[in-house]
Each structure stands twice: as structure tokens, then as C-alpha cells.
């Protein structure tokens, strides 16, 4: 399985950045697909970006433009680069890997990390 570790997350105002890392360990890493999901309390949990083995990303139209999703297979690392932040991106940030095979589907998620958009 994979085990997953985010860090980097914190309070920063409005128009600021920060970056997201995500480190996994516990098997082969390059065949997942890795996400960033978001939550927020009462609301469900949110895809924010995700970047397939190949590096074919995908970004919520609500972040596309201000973040970057990047991997690095080798290092078993996954970022989420965050740049004009703005309050309603304030939410705990989850990330994730999915690898979805003919007969069995796997899919492990990190404990999350709080990001905090001050005014």
C-alpha cells in the first residue's frame, strides 16, 4: 500500500503562496494517479487538482491559473504549488493516490493539512 504525508500547509494572507508537499512511502509509486482534494466543514470533499503517472494534470476551474500540481517519482513526492491565495481556498487539503486496476481498485489518502487565507 501506499502511506501518504502532507505537510507545508499554515496561515498566509490573501495574494500570498504556499506549497504543498506530499510524501509517500509503503510501495511503487510511479503507477498512481496522485491528487490534491480539498474540505471545508459542511462541505463534501472537493478534487482541487490530480496528475496521472504520465504527468496529465487536471485542475478544478476554481484554482486553474493560480496552482500547480508536480510530481516527482523518484523522490516519491507530490507538491501542490498555491499562488494568489484567496479565503475560500482556506480548507484542509488532503492528498491522494488512486491506481484503479481490472480486478482491484486501491486508493489511499494522507491525514491532511489546514491552509489558512487571512484578509
Known amino acids: 500500500q501506499v502511506q501518504l504525508v502532507e505537510s507545508g500547509g499554515g496561515l498566509v494572507q490573501a495574494g500570498g503562496s504556499l506549497r504543498l508537499s506530499c510524501a509517500a512511502s509503503?510501495?511503487?509509486?510511479?503507477?498512481?494517479?496522485m491528487g490534491w482534494y480539498r474540505q471545508t466543514p459542511g462541505k463534501q470533499r472537493e478534487l482541487v487538482a490530480t496528475?496521472?503517472?504520465?504527468?496529465?494534470?487536471n485542475y478544478a476551474d476554481a484554482v486553474k491559473g493560480r496552482f500547480t500540481i508536480s510530481r516527482d517519482n523518484a523522490k516519491n513526492m507530490v507538491y501542490l504549488q498555491m499562488d494568489s491565495l484567496k479565503p475560500e481556498d482556506t480548507a484542509v487539503y488532503y492528498c491522494?493516490?488512486?491506481?484503479?486496476?481490472?480486478?482491484?481498485?486501491?486508493?489511499?489518502w494522507g491525514q491532511g493539512t489546514q491552509v489558512t487565507v487571512s484578509l
Open positions: 509503503g510501495a511503487i509509486f510511479g503507477p498512481y494517479t
Open positions: 491522494n493516490a488512486r491506481l484503479r486496476l481490472t480486478l482491484r481498485e486501491f486508493d489511499y
Open positions: 496528475i496521472t503517472r504520465d504527468g496529465t494534470t
